[in-house]
C-alpha cells in the first residue's frame, strides 16, 4: 500500500506539473499573440491596399512601394533576410507578354459566317514566344472538358487525328459540376477544371488552339474578370525555358459560344450533357476559322519578398506562410466615378497583413522554434502563381522537407466569424487539427460551399501541393458572427459578382470590422505553432489528387 501510495503521489505530481507546464506554454502563446494589433493590421491594410501602391502590378511603381514596404516591415519585425547581402527580395526573373489579337475573329459554319469581336465575345492570347503567332483555316472541334482523366476513364481527345491543324472548343470546369458522388469530386473542382489545364493539356494533345466556354458558375467569375485580364501574361523567363506552348489560347463568352453552337446545329446543354460521358469521343463542328495575333515582350525581375524565422540546431525543416502581395494596377474601364485603381484590399492586402503581424507574433516568443517559420510574400500569384512556382524551384529551405504550408488569399473585412471555411477540405489531416483548434476560439470548421469555382487551384499553395506539400487555404466568412449565414452567403456571391478583380476591391472606412482579421492571425498562429514547436508533420489523405506519402 506504501508503495501504491508514493506512485499515486509520483503520478499526482507529474499531473500537476504537466498542467503548470502547459499552463505556462499557452500562456507565452497567448502573450506572444497580444502583440498582433488591430492598430498594425490597419496600418498595413490601409498602406498596402492605397492608390499610392497603384494596385501593385509587378514592374510599376506601385508595385516598387509595396513590396519596400514588406520589406521595411519585415526588417521591422525582426525577421532574418533570404539573401547574402542582407535583402529579403528573392528576384524572380519573368517575360511580360503583350498580345494583340484580331478585333473580330470570322468562323465559317455550315449555314454561313459568324463575326466574334474582341471583348465582348471572344478574347485570345499566346505564351508562344514568337513576335507573331498566326492560326490560318483550323477545323474547329468539339472536345468536352478538353481533359484526359485515365483514373476516370475519361479521354475528351480519344481518337483525334492531326490535331496541330484543330482547335478543341471545350467547357468551362469537369464533368461533376452540377453533380453529386465521386465522379469527378461531384460538384467540387478538379484540377481537370481548371483553365490553366485545358491550356496545359491542349499544348500536349498538338493542338492549334483551344478555346474555352465561360459561364459563370463553371469559372468562378463573370465574363469581365476573363475580358478584363487579357492580352497581358507573364511566365518564367528561366534559361532552360522549353516548354511547348498551345499556339492560341482563348475564351469563348457563353452567348458567342451559343451562337457558335446553334450555328452548327447543337444544343449547347445537350452537348454539356453528352460531354460528361466517359466514353465522350471528340467530333468536328464542321467549322473553320482562324486568327492573327501579334506579341510584345518585356524581360524584367520582379522580388518574392521572403523572410524568416530559424529553427533550432540549423534545421531544414521548414513551416511557410504564404500571402500574395501583387494585384491588378490600373484598369482601362474605370467605374461610373472614374476610379480605375485596382486596390485589392481583400486581395489580398489583408492577407499580407495577417502574415505581418502572425511574424510579429512569433518574434514576439519567447523561444526559437524547432523549425523554421518561413514569411514568403510572392509575386506574380494572379497571372499564374509565378512568384511561388519559382519558390519552389529555387526554395530557401529544401521544398522535401516543408512541414506545412499556410495560405492566405482574399479575407474580408466583415468582423468576426463562426466558421473556418476550409477550401480543399478532405485532402490532408489538417483539417482535423484547424478544427480541434477552432474549438477554442467558439468556432467550427465547414467545407467550402463553393468548391465548385476551383478557388483551391488557384492560389499559391498549389505549386507546393504539385510537389508534394501539403497545405492549408482556409478563413472564416461564410457565418458571420454578428449577422449569420445569409448574410454571409448574400456578401460572398456580391463580392464575386461585384467586388473581385475590379476597382471595387477598397476599403470602406465606415463598415471595414478588422475584428475577423485578428481572429485569424490568432487560430492560425496556433495552427503553425503546433508545428514549429514539435515534430509532426501534416499528410495527405489517400483519396487527394495531390496524394504523395511524404513523412509517412
Known sequence: MFIVGVMNRYIISLLIVSVFVFQGCCSRTERAKQAATIENLQKHVQYLSSDECMGRQPFTAGADRAVGYLEEQMREIGLEPVCADGSFLQQVPLVMFRTEAQPTMEINTGSGPIVLHKGEDY?????????????????LIFAGYGLVAPEYGKDDYRGLEDPSDKIAVVIVNDPGLGTEGEYFCGDAMTYYGRWTYKFEEGARQNLAGVLIVHDDRGAGYGWNVVAGGAGL?????????????????????????????????????????????????????????????????????????????????????????????????????????GDSIINGATDNATAMAWLLETARAFKAMDSAPLR????????????????????????????????????????????????????????????????????????????????????????????????????????????????????SFSKIKDYWANTYHSPYDQLDPSNDDYAGLKQEVDLFFDLICSYAYSDDYAHWKEGSEFYVPIHQ
Not at 123 to 139: G, L, N, P, Y
Request: aromatic share 12%; hydrophobic share 35%; net charge negative.
Open 123 to 139: 478574347v485570345a492570347f499566346t505564351q508562344s514566344r514568337k513576335e507573331t503567332v498566326e492560326v490560318k483555316d483550323a477545323e
Open 233 to 337: 501574361e507573364y511566365g518564367l523567363d528561366e534559361q532552360n525555358e522549353d516548354k511547348e506552348k498551345c499556339p492560341l489560347q482563348g475564351w469563348l463568352s457563353a452567348p458567342a459560344a451559343k451562337k457558335l453552337f446553334d450555328a452548327c446545329g447543337y444544343d449547347i446543354d445537350s452537348l454539356k450533357t453528352l460531354a460528361k460521358a466517359p466514353d465522350f469521343k471528340p467530333f468536328s463542328l464542321n467549322a473553320k476559322t482562324g486568327l492573327s495575333m501579334t506579341s510584345k515582350f518585356s524581360y524584367a525581375q520582379s522580388p518574392n519578398v521572403v523572410g524568416y524565422i530559424p529553427g533550432q540546431d540549423g534545421t531544414q525543416e521548414s513551416i511557410i506562410c504564404i500571402a500574395h502581395w501583387d494585384h491588378l494596377g490600373v484598369t482601362e474601364s474605370p467605374t461610373s466615378d
Open 372 to 487: 523554421n517559420i518561413v514569411f514568403l510574400c510572392p509575386t506574380c500569384e494572379e497571372e499564374g502563381m509565378w512568384g511561388s512556382e519559382y519558390y519552389v524551384s529555387h526554395p530557401v529551405f529544401p521544398v522535401q522537407k516543408t512541414v506545412a504550408v499556410v495560405n492566405l488569399d482574399v479575407v474580408p473585412l466583415w468582423g468576426e466569424n463562426n466558421d473556418v471555411t476550409i477550401t480543399g477540405y478532405g485532402h490532408t489531416d489538417m483539417d482535423e487539427r484547424v478544427a480541434r483548434i477552432a474549438k477554442k476560439y467558439g468556432r467550427y470548421v465547414m467545407p467550402d460551399p463553393d468548391a465548385f469555382n476551383g478557388m483551391f487551384y488557384r492560389s499559391d499553395h498549389l505549386p507546393f501541393m504539385r510537389r508534394g506539400v501539403p497545405a492549408m487555404f482556409a478563413k472564416g466568412w461564410n457565418d458571420n458572427r454578428l449577422h449569420g449565414k445569409e448574410w
